[in-house]
Structures are given as C-alpha cells and as structure tokens.
C-alpha cells in the first residue's frame, strides 16, 4: 500500500515528467544533428529534459518497489526489469527503458558525435517509452488509492 507521502510524491513526479514529456514532443522530437551540434542551448536544453525524464522515470520505479516490498536493483537499468518480472511492464519497455539509463550516462561522459548517435533512439521513439511508464505510474497508484 501507498503511504500518503509516497502517493503525494509520486503524483508530483507524474505532473513533473508529463510536463517534461509535454515539452519534449513540442521543442525536441525535430531537432536533427545540424542544430544539435551549433546551438548550445538547444543541446543543453535537450539533453537536461532527457536526464529529467530518465530520473523521474527511476524515481517511479523505485517507489513502485519499495510499494511492492520488491528488492531494489543494484542497478537502475534492473530497476526496470524488476518492474517486468512484477508484471507491471512488458520486458520489451523493460529493456528499453534500461537502455535509456545508458543514454543518461552516456550524456554525461561522452563526445557530441557519440551523444548523438544515442539521442537519436529517444528523439525518435525513447520519450514515448517513458510516457507508458507515467501512465503504468498513474495506473498503478488510482488501484492502490487509499481514503486519508
């Protein structure tokens, strides 16, 4: 069962990565390498939504977890898979958003040209992935809402 403080952080995160996700769609799902690669504050803004959206999706899933009484991963691309062997994803989400985690760190230690190659899969169809994790997210607290 969801405790109250649980329940209250989690809908802020979903009200937090549906406006990420809200602006991703709207400023980002166009950009192609040209603008990636000359307008920093293009690259600066894309690359921080994605790593907001990558964290609020893990932050989802580790509460879900901890809800569950499920162990937690000893990575964050597992805390995804966990969330498959619970039956809550499917395993092809699973891996894909694990493969998201990848990029969030890729983002953080690798060259333009290596970011972009892994950006490109989120640009494309990455984002959406985390959208169903929102709405599992969503699902999942109105079946365990509890009258306070």
Known sequence: ????????????????????????????????????????????????????????SLDLAKIILITEDLLIPDTYAKY???LHTAGLINEEDALSLGQTVRLRNILAHEYLDIRWSSIKGFLHEGW?????????????????????
């Open 128 to 148: 959406k992935i985390h959208q169903r994790l929102a709405k599992v997210a969503k699902e999942y607290l109105d079946e365990n809402n509890e009258k306070y």
């Open 1 to 56: 069962m969801l405790e109250r403080e649980d329940r209250e952080r989690v809908l802020r995160i979903l009200d937090f990565i549906s406006t990420e996700i809200e602006d991703f769609e709207a400023k980002f799902t166009k950009v192609d390498f040209a603008v990636y690669s000359k307008d920093r504050d293009c690259r600066r803004n894309l690359e921080r939504c994605i790593e907001n959206i990558v964290n609020s």
């Open 80 to 82: 995804f898979l966990s």
